[in-house]
């Protein structure tokens, strides 16, 4: 059962690259969510999607953007980076069981340390 | 705008004692409120997930309660054992358009001495 998987684990990048993050997700969820980590600080939320083909815009979305081309996939792209992007991105996915009920579990991912020099 | 706050940042406890971790947050109106543990280096997993409408959740040794007219919830760990030693986070469910979303807090650290 792999669950959710991030690739690359680490990177390290120069001021003014770009990269991709790649999340899949086997569970057949609908959301799936960016989120970002920093020392002292909670998960912040980037961006999320509520399904194949859309995406919305989290707390801290400037600087980054994302694609959800396949229902299992959510990229996470930086044009160009910063060293205010240096953090830790998990990825999560959820089924959403009706904006009715209250259960809505994220599984994650196990992250992804991103340094930019 | 939601706020998650966790008290102490950090904690140290001797094997076998009960104890309990504190959250925290401003707006009631919340779905729900999530307990998840972090391990160093790991994602988060989820422990606990306690619905508006519920008053606690329990599994094994944890038990998680929660107060919205006070903007409160506590998880309480019975008999702690080494292997508790992790940063535990709560989070806030929030609807936010057509998704639902968690507002986290920013952890306590805990570590519990053999």
């Known amino acids: 059962n792999a669950g959710v998987t991030q690739t690359p684990k680490f990177r390290v990048l120069k001021t003014g690259q770009s990269m991709t993050l790649l999340c899949a997700q086997d569970?057949?969820?609908?959301?799936m969510y960016w989120y970002r980590q920093d020392p002292g600080m909670g998960l912040r939320l980037i961006h999320y999607s509520v399904g194949e083909g859309t995406t919305a815009k989290g707390e801290v979305p400037d600087g980054y953007n994302v694609s959800r081309l396949k229902k299992q996939n959510f990229l996470l792209g930086l044009e160009s980076a910063a060293p205010s992007q240096t953090s830790v991105y998990f990825c999560?996915?959820?089924?959403?069981?009706?904006?009715?009920?209250?259960?809505?579990?994220?599984?994650f991912g196990a992250g992804s340390r991103l340094t930019v020099l | 705008k939601q706020e998650v706050t966790q008290i102490p940042a950090a904690l140290s406890v001797p094997e076998g004692e009960n104890l309990v971790l504190n959250c925290s947050f401003t707006d009631s109106a919340i779905y729900n409120l999530q307990w998840f543990r972090q391990d160093p280096g790991k994602g988060l997993t989820s422990l606990l997930l306690i619905q508006s409408s519920q008053r606690e959740q329990t599994s094994g040794r944890l038990n998680a309660s929660l107060d919205k007219s006070s903007g409160r919830s506590t998880l309480y760990i019975a008999a702690s054992q080494p292997g508790d030693s992790a940063t535990y986070l709560c989070?806030?469910?929030?609807?936010?358009?057509?998704?639902?979303?968690?507002?986290f807090g920013s952890g306590t650290q805990l570590t519990v001495l053999p």
């Open positions: 569970m057949n969820h609908e959301y």
């Open positions: 989070a806030a469910g929030i609807s936010s358009g057509s998704a639902r979303q968690l507002t």
């Open positions: 999560a996915s959820s089924y959403p069981r009706g904006l009715s009920s209250g259960a809505n579990v994220l599984t």
